[in-house]
Structure formats: C-alpha cells, structure tokens
C-alpha cells in the first residue's frame, strides 16, 4: 500500500501541531500549576529538543530504509523545531523576564545557559531562512556546509539542558546518548565511504 | 475568562480555605477593630475571624501520624497580627502549598515530592541530637515536641529559583529547643540532617543524582538562635505532609528555601562550619549563608524579582524582592561587616 506523499506530509504537519494543542489544553485547564511561566519553559524547551533530534533522525532513516519520504518532511520537522525554540524563547523573554529589555543583555552575558541556548537558537534561525527550495538552489554547496551546523545546535542545546539541570542527570543523559548515536552514525558512514573510496583506488 | 490585576484579588478569593476557628479569638479581634483601627494590616484575616490564620481545606483533611499527634495539635497559639511573626500578605492557597515543591528526594518536578511520597513513613520518629551539647542522645519525636507549646507563623518563604510563597507554618522556636540541650562554648554552628528512606525515596534512588545523600544544611549558631529560626511540625493549622518536611523541619525565612531543611532526623553542634549539600555541589552558585539578596545574582537566576505563587498566566504577580526578604530588622545584625556578596 502505498499513502500519498501529499496525505503523509499533512500527516506530520498535524503531528507537529500535537504539542502546541497539548500546551494550550493544559494552559486552558490550568494544569501548569502555580507557576506556569516555569513549566511552560520546560515543556517547550523539551519539545524543541525532541524535534530537533527527530530531525536529524530522518536522514539516517532514510539511508537506512532507502525511503524518500523521510527527507521529504526533513525541512517540516526542521522548522516544527524552530517554531517551538523561538516559542521557549518568547516563554523566557515575555514570562520569566517579563519583557525587561535591559537584563536581557544581563542574561545573555552572565547565565551561561542563557548564551549557549540562545547561540543554539540563532543557528536554527539562519538554517530557517535559508531552509525554502529557492536558497538550497542558489547557496549550492554552501547550503550543505551551512546546514551541518544543526549539529552544533544540537550539541549546544545539550549543554544548554545540561546546565538547566541542577542535580539529576537523566534526562542529559538520555537526550545526549541519543544524539552521540546520531552523530556516530555519521561519523561511521563517512569513514566507511572515504574507506571504500580508498580501497577502490 | 476573568482577567484581574493583581491589586484586585483579596486574599480571601486566594485563599478560601481560611475558615473561622474560635468564636472567642474573633470577639477578642473584633472588639480590638472597633476600639483602634491600628490593626488594619490584619483586617482582611480577622475579618475572616480566624484565630488561627488559616486551616487546610477539609477534603484535603490530614490525618495524625501517630494518635499523640492529636494532642499535641489541639492548643496551637494564634499568629500576632503584625510583622515579623505575620504577614498580611496573602497566603497561598494550601492546594500550592503541598503540590508544588521542591524535595529531590522523591524527584526532580515540583509535583514529583507529592506524588512519590505516598510511602514515607514518619512514625516512629526520632531526632539524634550530638556534638558540642550537654545532653546528646536519640530522642523520640513526641519527647522533642513535649515541651513546646506550638504557635502559628505566617512567613513569607523565597526560593532561589525566583518564586516564593506567603505560608501559615505551625510549631515553636528553634530557639527552645537549642537552650534544653545546652550547647557547649565550642557550639559556633548547627547541622541538620534529611532523613534517607531508599525504599519510600525515589529521587535517592536515581543512578543520575549527584547529590551525596543524606541532605545536610546548617547555621551559624546566632543565626539558629534568632526569633525568627523556627522549627515547623504542621501548616495550615494542620499536620505536615510528606513533600513539606513531615514530621519536623527548619524555616528560616530569610535565607533561600533550600536552607530550610526538611524532615530532620540529625542536629549536630559543631565548632567549625559544617558541609551543606547544595554548597558541596555547586560552591560558586549555592554559599553557606544563601540570605536572600536583591543585588546578588545567583549564576542561574536574577534576584531582583520574584514570582509570588500562584502565578496565572493573565494576572502575573512579579514583585521586587527585599534583602533578607523583608526581615532584614530582625537579621541584619548577624551579618554587620560582612561582604553580603562575597559571603552569599
Ligand atoms: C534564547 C534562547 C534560549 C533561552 C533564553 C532559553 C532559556 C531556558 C530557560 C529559562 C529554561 C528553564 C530553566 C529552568 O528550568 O530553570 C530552559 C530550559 C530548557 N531549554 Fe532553553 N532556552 C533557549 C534556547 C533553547 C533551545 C534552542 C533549545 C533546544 C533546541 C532549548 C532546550 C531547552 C531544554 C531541553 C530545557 C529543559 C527543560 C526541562 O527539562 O525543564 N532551549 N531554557
């Protein structure tokens, strides 16, 4: 059976609106609790984490299943972990720091946490605006070197988490291992291809 | 939705769980107001006629730990009406109180400590008393409590993760208790010990954790010995509940939240300055005094503002934190001389 690529894409587009109706549902009922500014910056931080990891999880998905279909909603899922960063920011900036512009400067250069997210968030920014079908074109080989710094995004919101984290590890360590896999895979991949290159030579 | 400014909710819309307690305390009160309305910081609490502040809702009713709890809770003196041992700011609501806490023994999520701590057991109880003491010794928790006549408090609680709470503590002054073991000359500080129960402790059980259990804080003998130190057995006019510290924990509102220690099991006279456990980790975020500071950031939060809880996402109530969060007539001599941010 095959599902139209059309459907599936719609498919994940509603999939990647589920949070944000998850996070509305629990504002409208008031399950955030008595302090809903902090839990809605943990929510949406970890839902930004989730999907950037989801991301970089569907090029090996591809190779490893050959289907195209997962690079088809790479861009979608991308963009679906940017809109719900620059959410967490908007979180911190409008509910935690109640929009005073000047410690905003503050917080940038004093909370470590505070620059590395932020650096983390400016990457998945310029890899928004150049994520349309009419840069990857025009940037040409530069797209590829510029979008390998998703990486480093998600490097940089690991320690970003790691930070955040006071005294229980879990949850660094889980997300962390997921991306060491990731990239390990790459790292294989690449040796495994300059390898066979060589032995072809 | 009902949108309000903060100055428009009275403390009785947040917390309808104060109830009147005695009839007698209100008539007292009441004739008071008519004679002299000095007490007007009161009024909104008398007014409710409380002589206790406040009292836990009843489908939230508590039961004793242990039959002779109940004695010990039927004569409980009423908060004065004025500050430092009051507050006529409004409480929050019990409901915030016992599910949003911060006790990483039973987790890490604010709701962890009241939903994993369903099989902490506080009775039996003891509390070993050592060190630089006359009379050290294990002491049963009914034998502590003898003595002390409880009274109520209405504190102010600020956490160093910039949120804080309007609370109605119940239990005596840390104070009593410290004279009946007659500390020696060499007693300069006082530790306190968490208890560690692997078995009903989930968060002591996480292989993540790099807390070195057991919890520890401590206090500089004249900071312990200060009106304001308190060891609280109850809130809200009743029984503390697990994720609060149950059976018996410090408060002491002027420092950040993590020095007030909960379910204590140890207090050790010491002559040099004990280990505290957030000190020990993190010695650059988390000092020894940790005395709330507007002016010293901490590396993860601002201090200059506060959340005071419950926070709606409509009606945000962020007010200016003080030093020593308001109580600074009653502290700051402690700390004459002192380098607040280099001492933090
Ligand atoms: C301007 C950029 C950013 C700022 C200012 C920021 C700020 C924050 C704040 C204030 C918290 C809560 C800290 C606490 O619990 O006390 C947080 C948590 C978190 N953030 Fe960010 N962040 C930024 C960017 C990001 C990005 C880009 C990601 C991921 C892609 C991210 C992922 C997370 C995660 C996973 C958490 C932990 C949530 C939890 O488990 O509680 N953040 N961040």
Redo the contacts with the bound molecule.
């Keep these: 059976m095959t599902i139209p690529p059309g459907a599936a894409k719609l498919a994940v587009f509603a999939l990647g609106l589920v949070p944000l109706a998850l996070l509305l549902a629990q504002i409208i009922r008031s399950d955030f609790g008595p302090d809903p500014a902090?839990e809605l910056?943990?929510s949406t931080?970890?839902w930004?984490?989730r999907l950037?990891l989801a991301t970089l999880c569907l090029t090996p998905l591809r190779q490893l299943t050959g289907k195209v279909f997962f690079v088809r909603i790479r861009r979608m899922v991308g963009l679906f972990?940017l809109f719900y960063?620059s959410l967490?920011?908007f979180v911190?900036l409008s509910l935690?720091l109640g929009f005073r512009w000047h410690a905003i400067g503050e917080e940038l250069l004093e909370r470590p946490y505070?620059t590395v997210?932020?650096a983390?968030?400016l990457i998945?920014v310029a890899l928004g605006i150049t994520s349309p079908k009419a840069m990857v074109r025009r940037m040409g080989r530069n797209w590829k070197r510029l979008h390998r710094l998703v990486y480093v995004a998600a490097i940089l919101?690991i320690v970003?988490?790691a930070w955040?984290s006071r005294t229980d590890f879990g949850?660094t360590v889980f997300h962390g291992s997921i991306l060491a896999l990731l990239l390990g895979y790459r790292l294989w991949r690449r040796f495994a291809r300059t390898a066979g290159q060589a032995a072809r030579r | 939705m009902l949108v309000k400014k903060p100055a428009d909710i009275q403390p009785s819309e947040i917390t309808p769980e104060s109830v009147y307690r005695r009839r007698r305390e209100f008539l007292r009160t009441g004739a008071t107001l008519l004679g002299g309305g000095a007490l007007l910081p009161g009024l909104a609490l008398a007014q409710q006629g409380d002589a206790l502040k406040a009292a836990a809702p009843a489908d939230l009713a508590r039961t004793p730990p242990a039959p002779w709890w109940e004695g010990k809770f039927a004569a409980i003196e009423p908060a004065p009406s004025s500050e430092p041992f009051f507050t006529s700011e409004a409480l929050t609501p019990y409901r915030d109180v016992i599910r949003y806490n911060n006790f990483y023994e039973f987790g890490m999520n604010k709701s962890d400590p009241s939903n994993r701590s369903g099989d902490f057991r506080v009775d039996p109880w003891s509390v070993e008393i050592a060190g630089e003491v006359a009379r050290p010794g294990r002491y049963h928790l009914e034998d502590i409590l003898k003595p002390h006549a409880l009274e109520e408090r209405v504190y102010r609680l600020r956490c160093v993760?910039a949120w804080s709470m309007v609370i109605p503590w119940i239990g005596f002054p840390l104070a009593d208790l410290i004279k009946r073991f007659e500390p020696t000359g060499n007693a300069r500080y006082v530790e306190f010990e968490t208890v560690v129960q692997r078995d009903s402790m989930p968060g002591v059980r996480s292989p993540f954790s790099i807390i070195d259990w057991p919890y520890r804080e401590g206090l500089r003998i004249d900071e312990a010995m200060n009106e304001l130190s308190f060891l609280a057995v109850g809130l809200y006019g009743s029984y503390l509940p697990a994720q609060n510290g149950a059976p018996i924990r410090l408060v002491v509102p002027w420092k950040y939240g993590f020095k007030s220690i909960k379910s204590i099991v140890r207090i050790h006279f010491r002559k040099t300055q004990p280990n505290t456990s957030w000190n020990d980790l993190q010695a650059n975020e988390y000092g020894f005094y940790a005395n709330v500071n507007p002016e010293v950031h901490h590396p993860?939060w601002r201090q200059d503002t506060e959340r005071r809880l419950p926070q709606n996402l409509f009606s945000r109530r962020v007010i200016p934190t003080r030093l020593f969060n308001g109580y600074g007539e009653q502290v700051a001599h402690l700390y004459q001389g002192m380098d607040l941010a280099r001492h933090y």
């Design positions: 902090q910056a943990g931080g970890e930004s984490l950037l972990a960063a967490h920011a911190w935690l505070v997210g932020f983390s968030l998945l919101a970003h988490l955040v949850e | 993760e993860r």
